[in-house]
């Protein structure tokens, strides 16, 4: 009886720890599934708040593809040489013209066109926010893998990520490093990090310590997820495949990690295997996507290796000093958590630092080593961006994480026998004065720096469909007669450095013609060679010379003159608009009368001298004065 006893108890006592642990899996995957939501929400309501201009790549590398591939090459989108010689992987773009089609699509025949016009805006806002979503997630996630579910220095990985201000002024723009920062988040907390090492001492418990090596499906799919992720990450930007290359090397030659190696060569064997399993899948899709898309069989990642590191083609946009990642780059991805990002990955190069688990030990230098490597590579690149590391920030953030906790945080009743520690605040001004800088850092950059070239297209859409209320239609209808002195109209003439305002992801009405500067590298040149070093773009040639510039453009024996009805500016360009178009200027024969009709402030400080001042709308009359367009 007591035999049988015994064994009964010992049954319930396993069944109680078995029904303990599902109860403790469920509720952290509802608590995972609401955070998700929570965080989707801030970051549509981030979205909705970002109304300022950054980068041109945000849409001409990203929407104005997209438009492209719904509504044809008849509906004004316009492609950038990238796009002409075959940079670019199509599948960035084709994921917002997803978005694009289920506005069209789904009701979108049925809709009134300036309705249209708004779902089209928004689609492509509630996508990126859901990336940037994920992103935030997906660290907080690996945040838990490293440190334990439900611990401070995980959720303080989550907090850091919401209020941080680079986060919330460009996670929600559709820039493919934001797209590649969201893929690279989910392949790490995928990514199986056991295989970096255990304890040396069997004896010591760890709860890495009995974990089989990719020995369940579980484990292999997981594996596959990371490695299928990863594959589309560098496929989207070659130069991801640094972060993948800095762990491999890592796994391999097991420099500064601790412990022992768990791989055995049945694990190398099936590491290999899959990388090449994963690596032909995504690649052959890739392949398949860009056939479908450029008409012929193409590689974008090795052209655009080609075009900017073989060609140095990247410099033209822009050089900057060895140390820019250094000195601006991480300062400007951490703003005041900058401190504890040096000291994460300096502490986590401690051999002596044996505060973490083997596994998470060996994780953190990992993702110290994946910064440092990419950092020190992008550096000899002449042409650099911030947002060129911003798929390190999810690093960043995890390494910086213990000590922002143990910074601003403290255990209470860690003493008192009657009740559990808590954690409570520290140096609470400062954690307060911290976040009222990101507030207004993030704040300004979001809603009022740079907001005119957003406005000014804005203002020219709600213009065009004023004056032409019947030539909304999106798409163009391809029978349907137009007037022929609609068809010759430009409505808008972008006087302005290329690139400087959206497309036609903003203007959206196909009818609605439009012309800007251009900014084509001199593709044709050899590095270093004169003929490159005295090219000069319509952009630069416009700037040197406004007035002989504006002769050009305008030809006096031109066989139709090609006049806007709105001119688009920087303030300091009118000056030379007015001289030119004088009644005794060389435009004067246009008989056109500039009539500034609309400005905005754009900000308190611009990278480019080109762009400061107010942007200015002048409205020529000229189509005011011919026989009027419509009844």
């Known amino acids: 009886m007591s035999s049988g006893k015994k064994k009964t108890d010992a049954g319930a006592s396993s069944a109680t720890k078995s029904t303990t642990k599902n109860h403790e899996i469920t509720v952290g995957a509802v608590q995972a599934k609401d955070a998700l939501a929570v965080i989707f929400a801030v970051r549509i309501i981030n979205a909705l708040c970002v109304r300022t201009f950054f980068q041109p790549d945000e849409y001409f590398q990203a929407l104005e593809p997209a438009w492209n591939l719904v509504f044809g090459e008849d509906s004004g989108a316009w492609l950038t040489w990238e796009w002409k010689h075959q940079l670019r992987s199509s599948v960035h773009p084709a994921v917002f013209a997803i978005g694009y089609w289920i506005v069209q699509n789904f009701q979108g025949s049925k809709m009134h066109p300036v309705t249209k016009t708004k779902w089209l805006l928004a689609a492509p806002k509630v996508l990126q926010a859901g990336f940037a979503a994920l992103s935030d997630w997906y660290s907080w996630r690996l945040a838990e893998r490293l440190y334990g579910r439900g611990s401070a220095a995980a959720w303080s990985v989550l907090l850091m990520a919401l209020v941080n201000p680079w986060q919330w002024y460009t996670s929600t723009r559709t820039f493919s490093n934001c797209f590649e920062t969201t893929l690279t988040a989910m392949a790490l907390y995928y990514w199986p990090w056991e295989i970096l090492g255990t304890e040396d001492d069997e004896n010591v418990e760890s709860k890495h310590s009995s974990i089989p090596i990719l020995q369940t499906w579980g484990q292999i799919n997981n594996l596959r997820l990371s490695l299928i992720l990863a594959a589309f990450a560098v496929l989207l930007r070659p130069t991801n495949i640094l972060i993948w290359a800095a762990i491999s090397t890592l796994t391999l030659t097991r420099a500064t990690l601790s412990g022992k190696s768990p791989l055995t060569l049945r694990n190398c064997f099936m590491i290999y295997r899959e990388v090449v399993f994963c690596g032909s899948f995504v690649l052959g899709l890739s392949l398949l996507a860009d056939r479908l898309y450029y008409g012929e069989w193409t590689f974008p990642p090795l052209t655009f290796l080609h075009f900017n590191v073989a060609q140095d083609l990247a410099s033209f946009y822009g050089e900057n000093d060895w140390h820019y990642y250094l000195s601006q780059g991480i300062p400007l991805l951490g703003t005041t958590i900058t401190p504890f990002i040096l000291k994460g990955i300096y502490r986590s190069l401690d051999s002596e630092n044996l505060t973490w688990p083997v596994v998470t030990s060996n994780a953190l230098k990992a993702l110290s080593f994946v910064a440092f490597t990419n950092i020190s590579a992008l550096s000899f690149v002449s042409h650099k961006e911030v947002r060129f590391i911003t798929p390190l920030l999810p690093a960043f953030h995890i390494l910086a994480a213990p000590y922002v906790t143990s910074f601003f945080t403290a255990l209470k009743n860690a003493t008192s026998t009657s009740s559990s520690p808590t954690l409570g605040w520290k140096r609470t001004p400062l954690l307060l004065a911290g976040l009222l800088v990101n507030a207004i850092i993030g704040g300004y950059l979001s809603w009022l720096h740079a907001a005119a070239p957003i406005k000014v297209v804005n203002y020219l859409r709600s213009e065009f469909e004023n004056i032409h209320p019947k030539h909304l239609a999106i798409?163009?209808?391809?029978?349907?007669?137009?007037?022929?002195?609609?068809?010759?109209?430009?409505?808008?003439?972008?006087?302005?450095?290329?690139?400087?305002?959206?497309?036609?992801?903003?203007?959206?009405?196909?009818?609605?013609?439009?012309?800007?500067?251009?900014?084509?590298?001199?593709?044709?040149?050899?590095?270093?060679?004169?003929?490159?070093?005295?090219y000069q773009d319509e952009t630069r040639r416009f700037y040197a010379d406004k007035i002989g510039f504006l002769k050009e453009l305008w030809p006096r024996d031109a066989p139709g003159e090609d006049m806007a009805r709105y001119i688009v500016g920087y303030e300091d360009i009118g000056p030379a608009l007015y001289e030119y178009f004088d009644p005794m200027g060389p435009g004067g024969r246009h008989r056109v009368e500039l009539v500034r009709v609309w400005d905005s402030w754009n900000g308190l400080f611009t990278d480019d001298d080109r762009k400061s001042g107010r942007l200015v709308v002048w409205a020529t009359g000229f189509y005011d004065k011919v026989s009027p367009i419509e009844p």
């Not at 163009?476 to 450095?497: K, R």
């Not at 609605?512 to 040149?525: F, G, I, N, S, V």
């Open 475 to 534: 798409p163009q209808p391809a029978n349907v007669s137009v007037d022929e002195d609609f068809s010759q109209e430009l409505f808008a003439l972008f006087l302005t450095p290329c690139h400087a305002t959206p497309w036609r992801s903003h203007l959206v009405y196909p009818a609605l013609r439009a012309r800007a500067l251009t900014c084509e590298p001199p593709l044709h040149t050899a590095p270093g060679s004169l003929q490159r070093q005295v």
